[in-house]
Antibody, heavy 120, light 110 residues
């Protein structure tokens, strides 16, 4: 069974960079059938796709966040990463990582999510 | 890109059926059969219940079904059970390597 687990600081100061790690078990992130995605959800609101990374390192980002987002991966550790720069209170949300099926683009396995609060 | 449009709430009595709509545009739902639906209980991660418009992952009851007509996708739940009470989100590929979600629908089982 595929499992994903998000980790990182729960509190980030405004204007700083949010950094999260997703650790994958039960599957290799090097598999070419999948992308690996980040999705977020502000409290009481809907889901927002942040972006995804392919095993080759190719990335696609939500245009609304494109200038602030960087994703990367470490296949040796079976981990992928999210960096979101210049954060504001509007970036406060639960951040999920998810496995994404290539082409149909659906998310079949999700992490439990991690709350990141942006506050001074 | 704009989010897909879902009704904020829906309800139905136990044993009855309910349908949740998800309206997009000709650039997302209307152009691709890549619509998926997710069920989210409070404090939990979303769970995939429908993919590619009308396919169910293993383990998802056949009470859940999906369809699409033009720019609108729909999720139907028949034989409503208490455990179906949750938030439901639609998602679609939107071209140019983008994915969009709906705003979510809170389903209440009366």
């Amino acid at each position: 069974q595929v499992q994903l687990h998000e980790s990182g600081p729960g509190l980030v100061k405004p204007s700083q960079t949010l950094s999260l790690t997703c650790t994958v078990s039960g599957d290799s992130i090097s598999t070419d059938s999948y992308y690996w995605s980040w999705i977020r959800q502000p409290a009481g609101k809907g889901l927002e796709w942040i972006g995804r990374i392919y095993p080759t390192g190719t990335t696609n980002y939500n245009p609304s966040l494109n200038s602030r987002v960087t994703m990367s991966l470490d296949t040796s550790k079976n981990q992928f990463f999210l960096e979101l720069s210049s954060v504001t209170a509007a970036d406060t949300a639960v951040y999920f990582c998810a496995r994404t099926i290539v082409v149909p683009y659906y998310f079949d396995f999700w992490g439990q999510g991690t709350l990141v609060t942006v506050s001074s | 890109q704009s989010a897909l449009t879902q009704p904020p709430s829906a309800s139905g009595s136990r044993g009855q059926s309910v349908t949740i709509s998800c309206t997009g545009t000709s650039s997302d739902i209307g152009d691709y059969n890549y619509v998926s639906w997710y069920q989210q209980h409070p404090g939990k991660a979303p769970k995939l219940i429908i993919y590619e418009v009308n396919k169910r992952p293993s383990g998802v009851p056949d009470r859940f079904s999906g369809s699409k007509s033009g720019n609108t996708a729909s999720l139907s739940v028949s034989g409503l059970q208490a455990e179906d009470e949750a938030d439901y989100y639609c998602s679609s590929y939107a071209g140019n390597n983008n994915v969009v979600f709906g705003g979510g629908t809170e389903l209440t089982v009366l």
